[in-house]
């Protein structure tokens, strides 16, 4: 069987290399590189080079099944670099913030931590969010409907439970309220945080792009075309026609649509039975990014005391994050959101996103594409699943290779624990 892949990101080539033992693969993407969202920089900074993300940060050693793939493509017996998942919030027109976390044991010798009700409010957060995961909430009920507030929300509780989801999702502080509890939840459910030590973050050593390349390289039956983006999908008798917006076609027998909802939607417009498909698909909404790594303390509070490794400012309306990379690589490097602030004085990279809301409607459209039965038509990528993360993405590829390949032997070694 010849598989057409549109997307190159995580998902479409976690599929690809699925797949490789099993069937011929084309690959199409329309960046002049791999990884999709999944886009690493070098910066030089200490006399070293560091590998920064602009786009996907937020990976796990707790994600089992892209644990497993990380180590099945090379990347080595110790691929992972852990940090302190440290916070700090704080408003633009105060100089002190109103929550400084916990770092580690020995970096809290020069640091102050700022607890007190914005602290018990995260606590307030990560317990709700458990339950709704614990509850099975249904996700078309939103955040302003879910939060069980037993008594008034004050302005520091409104940061905590409005700003910080915000400042992860990139819409205005405003917005949260509207947003699917369950989608919002996925990503705040806790226990009542430590009082004496952060919780541990990971990311790869070389950067979440690095396993995109190592994936590519793995592949013996696949053709990868970068700056061909998928413009149409085409029947052609019992097989389909995938159309470069170039014009150059490619004859499969099945497609995996691994790009983001809007690209897969303008694909399906001249398939026709898809009407239902493009509406679902129509229905996810997006909001812009803009992020920037940077070697000088933009984004950071005044006082290093209160330096958290993600440090997020409300401002204007909207909350927006400066990652500190110092922990992990012992050098004055930073990644920041500035969709809606200034650029800072030392930026060495810049990158625009779009990334997925998880809205209520996004939540009834998931749900109809996973209910979809196109012979020959597959969905991949994380807005398939009930998060936006890497984990998803390998899950929903691991999805379609148990339809067009079960007996594949990487789809054994993957979900085989």
Same mark, same amino acid.
């Given at each position: ?22 069937? *011929? ?77 916990? +770092? ?30 614990? *509850? ?97 999908? *085409? ?52 909001? *812009? ?25 409300? +401002? ?13 690589? +012992? ?8 969709? +809606? ?77």
């Amino acid at each position: 069987m010849r598989v057409g892949i549109a997307g190159a990101g995580t998902a479409g080539l976690t599929t690809a290399w699925l797949l490789d033992p099993c069937h *011929e693969t084309v690959v199409l993407e329309g960046r002049g590189d791999v990884g999709g969202n999944a886009r690493t920089v070098q910066v030089r900074a200490g006399g070293s080079t560091h590998c920064l993300d602009l786009g996907v940060r937020e990976v796990s050693d707790q994600f089992s099944l892209w644990s497993r793939l990380v180590r099945s493509a090379g990347l080595g017996p110790d691929p992972l670099v852990s940090v302190p998942a440290s916070l700090t919030l704080r408003r633009s027109d105060e100089s002190r913030p109103y929550l400084v976390g916990p +770092h580690t044991p020995d970096a809290d010798r020069d640091r102050e931590a700022v607890l007190g009700p914005a602290w018990e409010a995260l606590g307030r957060l990560g317990r709700e969010a458990s339950r709704w995961e614990e *509850e099975d909430l249904d996700g078309k009920v939103t955040v302003a409907e879910a939060g069980d507030w037993t008594t008034p929300i004050t302005d520091v509780e409104n940061d905590v439970v409005h700003a910080l989801p915000a400042s992860v999702f990139g819409c205005g502080v405003e917005d949260v309220a509207g947003l699917s509890a369950r989608g919002v939840g996925g990503f705040f459910a806790a226990p009542q945080p430590s009082t004496s030590e952060a919780p541990v973050m990971q990311s790869l050593r070389g950067g979440t792009q690095e396993l995109a390349r190592a994936l590519t390289g793995q592949l013996d039956a696949a053709e990868v075309h970068l700056r061909a983006p998928l413009h149409r999908l *085409e029947t052609d008798g019992d097989r389909f026609a995938m159309i470069e917006s170039s014009g150059r076609r490619h004859l499969v027998d099945a497609v995996v649509l691994a790009v983001p909802p809007y690209a897969a939607a303008a694909a399906l417009q001249s398939l026709a039975g898809c009407a239902g498909l493009r509406a679902a698909l129509d229905a996810f909404t997006y909001q *812009e990014l803009v992020y920037a790594a940077h070697l000088d303390p933009f984004g950071m509070p005044e006082d290093r005391k209160h330096w958290s490794t993600t440090n997020v400012t409300v +401002h204007d309306g909207w909350s927006e994050t400066t990652t500190w990379y110092g922990p992990g690589h +012992h050098a004055e490097v930073f990644v920041s959101q500035i969709t +809606h602030r200034g650029t800072p004085r030392r930026q060495v990279a810049r990158a625009s996103f779009r990334t997925l809301l998880p809205t209520p409607a996004a939540d009834r459209a998931r749900r109809r594409l996973a209910r979809h039965r196109e012979e020959g038509l597959h969905f991949a990528g994380a807005y398939t699943r009930s998060l936006d993360s890497q984990e998803d993405a390998v899950v929903s590829a691991v999805d379609v290779a148990r339809e067009l390949a079960p007996a594949s032997p990487r789809l054994a070694q993957l979900t085989t624990s």
